[in-house]
């Protein structure tokens, strides 16, 4: 795995919100509610990353449930390693905007 | 007081765009896509605005038919390849796509689709061309060549993407 790929905020957003287990709504509500309305995940976008995930094993979907055709995934050990090292590299992102901003902010 | 009409329009494929934009348009104007048909709009009265309209090239996949009626959306239906959505406004703004990459994948496949009808009718129009009389493979080099001026279309709006695409997401 690379160590220093950027995810891009769809991807971020999805695996921090399948820290616990979801549904693709409930996918799309919880990045709602993080980012604070900010960020409406759409539809195409968002199964089109989750099948692109669960190829990369950063994600996999739980048994369905008979009755229920509402399909749930949740986080992978690679895929929670690769949330730690985005979240090492958002943080100095930070630290770096802030150390030579400082007379700005 | 009419409660349906069907409207008659052809739209080119490069301006899938611009027909999405219509039928908000007329969603605005209190008449919601119903069904569709090839070259075929049918519409039923709605409160203005009540609806919002959303398409989409994508393989025939139940699957994800069911994904998108999951999230508050209708299915209203197809043709060939284009899938058409409707989604209630209150339930919040509806767009079937919300960041550049998908936007980007969501021009890759209509290229592939474009480029593997454009080889297709290039074949048939060339074998045509040179065993059958009366010569009809012309047909074939003519929607060839159509469908390659579309590729050009497709292959444009994908370059402002990845422009843009290197600046920011």
Known sequence: MQENIAL??????????????????????????LSDGRIRLAAGTLYGALNTLC???????LPVETGSRKKEYKLTQQGLTVLKHELKRLQQLVMNGETVLKEEL | MNTHKTVHRLV????????ERWLNEMAEEGW????VGFGTYHF???????YSIGMEMHACDHDYIDFVKDTGAEYVGRVHRWIYFRKKTIQGNFN???DIDSRINHLDNIGKMLFTLGM??????LANSFHTTPNIGWINLLICALVMYALGHIHEKKEILKRDRLLHE
């Open chain 1, 8 to 33: 891009t905020e769809t991807t971020y957003y999805i695996l921090l919100s399948l820290y616990t287990p979801q549904h693709g709504y409930g996918i799309m509500q919880r990045t709602e509610e």
């Open chain 1, 55 to 61: 190829d990369k094993k950063w994600i996999t979907p």
């Open chain 2, 12 to 19: 080119w494929v490069w301006n899938f765009d611009k027909e």
């Open chain 2, 32 to 35: 919601v896509l119903e069904s």
């Open chain 2, 44 to 50: 039923a009265a709605c409160e203005p605005g009540e």
């Open chain 2, 96 to 98: 079937i796509f919300s």
């Open chain 2, 120 to 125: 297709a009718n290039l074949c048939i129009g």
